[in-house]
């Protein structure tokens, strides 16, 4: 697969403090990639140094086989859509999405009719035919949305850079335009990088995941292989899917501060680490039954549930006070139910515990 993006040793700090170090990256053609990681992780950052809001003090950026550093942003060729959509208050719907045409500093369009077409294609592709001569002020955030995209698609770049695009719209519009955003990149051919804080909006999206560690990549992968084997315990922490619990590590055990946990990995090197266990993985006993031969178990006090739809997600304190989550699937039966303060026990497969050094 070729790449249309090319990132190697890309630095770039504020005050002295690193938001984006050495970051080597290669996007895929053709691919819709999610950019996910905490506040202040160096997203925003990582986006603005390729859209060329920002210049890397390391490193070099390739785009489309041109290296594009040190090139301003309106000649990169780059699309880029904001949360906040910054449309035009004062020019309607058509004329927002024309403006970049006829006003780029590569190539403009000065061919009316061409123009036109161009312009009814881009309307006509975010589902907005009808309300092109609509001023921007009258439309719904999620039609907002889609005048932010076509005003971007109708330059036809190669690349479009995403900055949460869906982060000002309601849960059901967010739902909606995640299927529609896939759709359109797909029949486009291009590649987006969308950036977003919500581990499930960048799992659903993304063809690959990049998740972003303190201004590192953390990993890049397929998000059901992230998800099943995060790189790092840093990662693991981005998609609020799993319990970490600290300790040592002494070849077959895991020595926590609720003693020791089996695992099933290879022997490791002696040392500081992170036991992992997904929240889905741990199912919920009576105090002292007795766990089976491929089982951990550990005592565990209830706090209280939230019903989540489709599942529900169960608060414990362990021993040592560290707050554990368990996720229960509604689809599996009904959850048993648990009365606060009592304790119980948790279990779990020692093949499904992730180790860290
Ligand atoms: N213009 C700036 N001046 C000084 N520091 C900045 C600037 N822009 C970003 N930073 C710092 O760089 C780091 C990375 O910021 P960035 O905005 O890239 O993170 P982010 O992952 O996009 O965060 P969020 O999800 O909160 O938007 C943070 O520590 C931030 O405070």
Redesign the pocket.
């Given at each position: 697969m070729s790449s249309v993006l090319i990132l190697s040793d890309v630095s770039k700090?504020?005050?002295g403090?690193p938001?984006?170090a050495h970051v080597d990256l290669a996007v895929p053609a053709d691919s819709y990639i999610s950019v996910l990681?905490?506040?202040?992780?160096?997203?925003?950052?990582?986006?603005?140094l390729i859209a060329g809001f920002e210049e890397p003090e390391t490193g070099s950026i390739t785009f489309d086989g041109h290296r594009i550093d040190g090139t301003p942003a309106h000649r990169r060729g780059i699309g880029f859509v904001f949360q906040n959509f910054a449309l035009f208050p004062h020019l309607n719907v058509r004329q927002n999405v024309a403006f970049g045409l006829a006003n780029r500093a590569e190539a403009p369009l000065t061919d009316p009719a061409e123009i036109d077409r161009r312009v009814d294609e881009a309307i006509e592709l975010v589902g907005l035919k009808g309300l092109d001569r609509r001023s921007v002020t009258q439309i719904s955030g999620g039609q907002r949305q889609r005048v932010a995209l076509a005003r971007t698609l109708v330059t036809r770049p190669k690349l479009v850079l995403l900055?949460?695009p869906l982060g000002a719209l309601d849960a059901h519009l967010r739902a909606r335009m995640r299927l529609e955003l896939r759709e359109i990149r797909r029949s486009l051919g291009v590649t987006f990088l969308h950036?977003t804080?919500s581990e499930t909006e960048a799992l659903a999206m993304g063809d690959r995941l990049i998740v972003?560690d303190e201004?590192r990549i953390g990993q890049f992968d397929e998000p059901k292989h992230l998800y099943a084997a995060p790189a790092s315990p840093g990662v693991a922490r981005y998609l609020n899917a799993y319990n970490l619990l600290k300790g040592a590590r002494s070849d077959e055990l895991f020595v926590s501060e609720i003693g020791p946990l089996a695992f099933d990995a290879p022997a490791l090197r002696h040392g500081e680490g992170v036991y992992a266990i997904r929240h889905d993985r741990i199912s919920v006993r009576e105090a002292g039954a007795a766990p089976g031969p491929d089982e951990v178990q550990v005592p565990a006090k209830f706090i209280a549930s939230e019903y989540g739809g489709a599942s529900v997600l169960s608060f414990f304190a362990l021993d040592n006070g560290q707050i554990v989550e368990v996720e229960e699937h509604l689809s599996l039966g009904e959850p048993r139910r648990l009365e606060a303060d009592r304790p119980y026990g948790l279990a779990w497969k020692r093949a499904s515990a992730l180790v860290y050094a």
């Amino acid at each position: 697969m070729s790449s249309v993006l090319i990132l190697s040793d890309v630095s770039k700090s504020y005050g002295g403090k690193p938001a984006v170090a050495h970051v080597d990256l290669a996007v895929p053609a053709d691919s819709y990639i999610s950019v996910l990681g905490a506040s202040g992780s160096g997203k925003t950052t990582l986006l603005r140094l390729i859209a060329g809001f920002e210049e890397p003090e390391t490193g070099s950026i390739t785009f489309d086989g041109h290296r594009i550093d040190g090139t301003p942003a309106h000649r990169r060729g780059i699309g880029f859509v904001f949360q906040n959509f910054a449309l035009f208050p004062h020019l309607n719907v058509r004329q927002n999405v024309a403006f970049g045409l006829a006003n780029r500093a590569e190539a403009p369009l000065t061919d009316p009719a061409e123009i036109d077409r161009r312009v009814d294609e881009a309307i006509e592709l975010v589902g907005l035919k009808g309300l092109d001569r609509r001023s921007v002020t009258q439309i719904s955030g999620g039609q907002r949305q889609r005048v932010a995209l076509a005003r971007t698609l109708v330059t036809r770049p190669k690349l479009v850079l995403l900055d949460e695009p869906l982060g000002a719209l309601d849960a059901h519009l967010r739902a909606r335009m995640r299927l529609e955003l896939r759709e359109i990149r797909r029949s486009l051919g291009v590649t987006f990088l969308h950036v977003t804080g919500s581990e499930t909006e960048a799992l659903a999206m993304g063809d690959r995941l990049i998740v972003l560690d303190e201004g590192r990549i953390g990993q890049f992968d397929e998000p059901k292989h992230l998800y099943a084997a995060p790189a790092s315990p840093g990662v693991a922490r981005y998609l609020n899917a799993y319990n970490l619990l600290k300790g040592a590590r002494s070849d077959e055990l895991f020595v926590s501060e609720i003693g020791p946990l089996a695992f099933d990995a290879p022997a490791l090197r002696h040392g500081e680490g992170v036991y992992a266990i997904r929240h889905d993985r741990i199912s919920v006993r009576e105090a002292g039954a007795a766990p089976g031969p491929d089982e951990v178990q550990v005592p565990a006090k209830f706090i209280a549930s939230e019903y989540g739809g489709a599942s529900v997600l169960s608060f414990f304190a362990l021993d040592n006070g560290q707050i554990v989550e368990v996720e229960e699937h509604l689809s599996l039966g009904e959850p048993r139910r648990l009365e606060a303060d009592r304790p119980y026990g948790l279990a779990w497969k020692r093949a499904s515990a992730l180790v860290y050094a």
